[in-house]
């Protein structure tokens, strides 16, 4: 029988690359993916009780509606204080998307530079790296770059000037002798097959890194 998990969203590009990614990735597992993307509105109007109170709601409906063995938070801007208190809310797994990621960039190197889209999650995802290279007792340098543009022209439904604009990003990154590249957000991650060989920096994208945390969380439910 396939097990069951919940992909929280808080934006719908990111439905598409993981939907793709788990059903050739992980054919094992059956997943009901609940979107509210107006939770972003509160990310950015920095109203987190207003954010948490919804995916609180979100998860509820995961473990009750749909029987969700686990559940994984694909919303970058969620804190690693908010994810804590998620996790104590219920008595199933919650994970969120980018904290395996955060740990193999920790490990890659100590210069990581930092592409994001959504603003609001450059902040979240600087911390998050900061307290999974404390967590390994390593210094790490963010160099972080933001192109709010091509988030915007995801949204639109431009995904040539969003995919143009990120790989730009991308590559200016890469020419600031960075160890490592971080794709802040799971909606980065359609870019990863456009990837020039010339990139000096691997990249990471959490689409990847998650899949190994959530196999690891249902096989200790068992």
Do not use: W
Not at 73 to 90: D, Q, Y
Not at 155 to 165: C, M, N, Q, R
Not at 204 to 218: G, I, K, P
């Amino acid at each position: 029988m396939r097990r069951q998990i919940a992909f929280i969203h808080t934006s719908p590009a990111a439905i598409a690359p993981l939907a793709q990614f788990y059903a050739e990735a992980a054919p094992e597992l059956e997943i009901t993916n609940l979107l509210d993307d107006g939770i972003l509105r509160f990310f950015r109007l920095r109203d987190e009780q207003a954010a948490e109170e919804r995916l609180i709601e979100l998860l509820k409906i995961a473990r009750r509606a749909y029987g969700a063995e686990a559940a994984l938070v694909t919303c970058s801007s969620v804190s690693g204080e908010m994810r804590e208190r998620l996790r104590r809310a219920f008595d199933f797994p919650v994970l969120k998307i980018d904290d395996p990621m955060a740990r193999r960039a920790v490990m890659a190197g100590s210069r990581i530079g930092v592409a994001v889209t959504f603003p609001p999650t450059a902040e979240t995802t600087s911390k998050l790296l900061r307290e999974a290279a404390a967590e390994s007792d390593r210094a790490v340098e963010l160099i972080t770059e933001v192109s709010p543009e091509a988030y915007q022209a995801l949204l639109s439904g431009d995904h040539k000037k969003h995919d143009e604009l990120l790989l730009a990003l991308i590559n200016r990154l890469d020419e600031q002798n960075v160890d490592v590249i971080v794709l802040a957000q799971v909606s980065m991650a359609r870019v990863f097959p456009q990837l020039g060989e010339q990139l000096k920096a691997p990249v990471l994208t959490s689409l990847h890194t998650s899949l190994d945390a959530v196999r690891q969380a249902l096989q200790e439910t068992r």
